[in-house]
Structure formats: C-alpha cells, structure tokens
C-alpha cells in the first residue's frame, strides 16, 4: 500500500521508490519527448506491481503540459497532436464507432472535466447514418454524460453499459478527473491509460470500474489531475521540510479531504478543451484543429 496517493502511474511508481529505497520489478518506465512535450510511458507488467502500485496492469502515458501552459507558438495545435497519436495508438486502426464517456459532476468544477469534454467534442455518428456520403470524411464517435450517482440514482457503469450494448462502439474513451500528488501537476498533466478507470476515483468516490472486464470492449482512460489529497501534501511538504509523518495518524479525520488551486475554473477550462480537440483529432483523421472550430463554431 503506497503511504500517498496519486492517481498518475508515474507519480505512484515515484512514492513506491522513495518509501522502499529501490526500484520495482515489473514496472517500467520510458521518457521520451514529442513535439516539445516531455512524455512519460509506464509499462505495469508485473502481479506485484500491479499490487504494490495499487493499479492495473497495462500501459499508462503522461503527457507534462508546459509547452502549452507557456503559451509557446502553436502549443494548443501540437499538445492536441500529441494527444490524439497517444489515443490512436492505443485505440489501434480498426474500423468502427468510438464512443466518449464524460464522467463526473459538472455541478462540481474540479469534477467537471468529463462534462466540459464532451461539450467541445465533435459528435458525428448521427451524421453519419443520416447522410454517410456526405460525412464518410468523419470518424464515427458518439458521445455520453452517465452523471452522477447522486443524481441520478443509477451507477456510471450500468448506464454506460446499457448504451455500450444499444451502440457496439469498437471502444470507449472514458474522461474524468483525476487527483495528483503535487499541485504542481494540476491541470498540468494528462494521463492516458489501457486499463479503464474508476468512476470518481480523483475526487475520493470511487465507483464501479469501466474496463474491458466490465462493458466487454477496450476501454481508454484519458484523465487530468484536478485536485491533490490532502494527506499525501501534508505529507510531502513535511518530507520536504525534514520531517517524517504517521501517514495513518494523519487520515484520521483528514482522510477524506482534497485540495484545488483557486484558479481551477480558468485552468479546468482551458485543459478540457485539450483534451477535446485531442479526441476529436484522433478519431477524425484528416481534420486540423482548425477543421475543428469551424465544425464547432
């Protein structure tokens, strides 16, 4: 069990080495650079490390997001590039629809990724059945907000998995929010995955899992850090200080608590719509993100 938490593969492969003194078998991780981004490819091969990592088996790419927050040249057009080739790797060159599941509470800002994506994502697979020759240049991508459980009384996966089974998408991108171990990851990250993703798992209310397990088809997490738990950076910054803390002692009455940036409305906004045009690149190939805002606008 990790003293800290963090939903990112890198980050958690990071604590496990520094609170045992070594690295972790069946864990691997590769850094490599495209199109000015630092990205972070971690291979989870392993049962142990699977296990010690609390995650999945499976390959887990984070995309580091400061060429576009420095607002260099053209950083919007390329980290959108850069996220729709890790998509497409993943999602493979088969044919067939590809669905997005926008997860989360839109009522809730640092849990309103999932809603803001599919806002700005470019929905054609109506299109495509009532006029196939006019938008046979289009992917075939559909789009879903499950909600909330405490909205709507029932769970993400169950609705989720009634529409998977009325649309046979060939995958699912589910997006949500995620938690990180620093702040200065928030909204600063993007995390794809091939292993699925618990619902709510970033805000601390983790619900049943999306994966291929459970809705019979890929699944593909795409995720932003919105928020860090509070524990896990109280932790860090008296590591940092020289201090050593009781993890246990400190979840007493803290353990639920989470921690956002106030400038998380602009930063979520901005990140979202990303990660948009990062789908919408990915299944429609051809399109530039100028396509896009035009189809959009």
Same mark, same amino acid.
Request: aromatic share 4%; proline share 4%.
């Given at each position: 069990?990790?003293?800290? $938490?963090?939903?990112?593969?890198?980050?958690?492969?990071?604590?496990?080495?520094?609170?045992?003194?070594?690295?972790?078998?069946?864990?691997?991780?590769?850094?490599?650079?495209?199109?000015?981004?630092?990205? @972070?490819?971690?291979?989870?091969?392993?049962?142990? =490390?699977?296990?010690?990592?609390?995650?999945?088996?499976?390959?887990?790419? @984070?995309?580091?997001? /400061?060429?576009?927050?420095?607002?260099?040249?053209?950083?919007?057009?390329?980290?959108?590039? %850069?996220?729709?080739?890790?998509?497409?790797?993943?999602?493979? /060159?088969?044919?067939?629809?590809?669905?997005?599941?926008?997860?989360?509470?839109? =009522?809730?800002?640092?849990?309103?990724?999932?809603?803001?994506?599919?806002?700005?994502?470019?929905?054609?697979?109506?299109?495509?059945?009532?006029?196939?020759?006019?938008?046979?240049?289009?992917?075939?991508?559909?789009?879903?907000?499950?909600?909330?459980?405490?909205?709507?009384?029932?769970?993400?996966?169950?609705?989720?998995? =009634?529409?998977?089974?009325?649309?046979?998408?060939?995958?699912?991108?589910?997006?949500?929010?995620?938690?990180?171990? #620093?702040?200065?990851? &928030?909204? $600063?990250?993007?995390? %794809?995955?091939?292993?699925?993703?618990?619902?709510?798992?970033? &805000?601390?209310?983790?619900?049943?899992?999306?994966?291929?397990?459970?809705?019979?088809?890929? %699944?593909?997490?795409?995720?932003?850090?919105?928020?860090?738990?509070? %524990?896990?950076?109280?932790?860090?910054?008296?590591?940092?200080?020289?201090?050593?803390?009781?993890?246990?002692?400190? $979840?007493? #009455?803290?353990?639920?608590?989470?921690? @956002?940036?106030?400038?998380?409305?602009?930063?979520?906004?901005?990140?979202?719509?990303?990660?948009?045009?990062?789908?919408?690149?990915?299944?429609? $190939? /051809?399109? @530039?993100?100028?396509? &896009?805002?035009?189809?959009?606008?």
């Amino acid at each position: 069990m990790l003293s800290r $938490r963090s939903d990112l593969a890198t980050e958690a492969k990071k604590i496990w080495s520094e609170d045992n003194l070594t690295d972790l078998d069946g864990a691997e991780e590769l850094v490599t650079n495209k199109r000015g981004f630092e990205v @972070t490819t971690v291979n989870i091969t392993g049962d142990r =490390a699977a296990s010690e990592l609390c995650k999945p088996k499976g390959r887990y790419v @984070t995309i580091e997001l /400061g060429k576009f927050l420095r607002r260099e040249d053209d950083s919007f057009e390329s980290g959108a590039q %850069v996220i729709a080739e890790t998509l497409s790797e993943l999602l493979g /060159g088969e044919p067939g629809p590809v669905m997005v599941a926008g997860l989360g509470n839109p =009522a809730i800002t640092p849990d309103a990724v999932g809603h803001l994506v599919v806002k700005d994502t470019l929905v054609t697979r109506h299109l495509r059945r009532q006029m196939p020759e006019a938008f046979a240049q289009f992917g075939d991508l559909a789009a879903l907000e499950p909600g909330v459980l405490g909205t709507t009384g029932v769970e993400s996966v169950d609705v989720i998995g =009634a529409v998977v089974r009325e649309v046979r998408p060939r995958a699912l991108i589910a997006v949500d929010a995620l938690a990180s171990r #620093s702040m200065d990851r &928030v909204c $600063r990250t993007v995390q %794809v995955s091939d292993t699925g993703i618990v619902p709510g798992s970033g &805000v601390g209310n983790a619900r049943g899992a999306l994966s291929k397990d459970t809705l019979g088809i890929p %699944v593909i997490a795409l995720g932003v850090p919105t928020v860090v738990d509070a %524990v896990t950076l109280a932790l860090d910054v008296a590591r940092d200080a020289g201090v050593e803390l009781d993890p246990e002692a400190l $979840r007493g #009455s803290n353990g639920s608590m989470i921690v @956002t940036p106030r400038e998380i409305d602009s930063n979520v906004q901005t990140i979202s719509r990303l990660m948009a045009y990062g789908i919408n690149l990915a299944v429609h $190939r /051809g399109l @530039t993100v100028q396509d &896009v805002d035009m189809f959009l606008g």
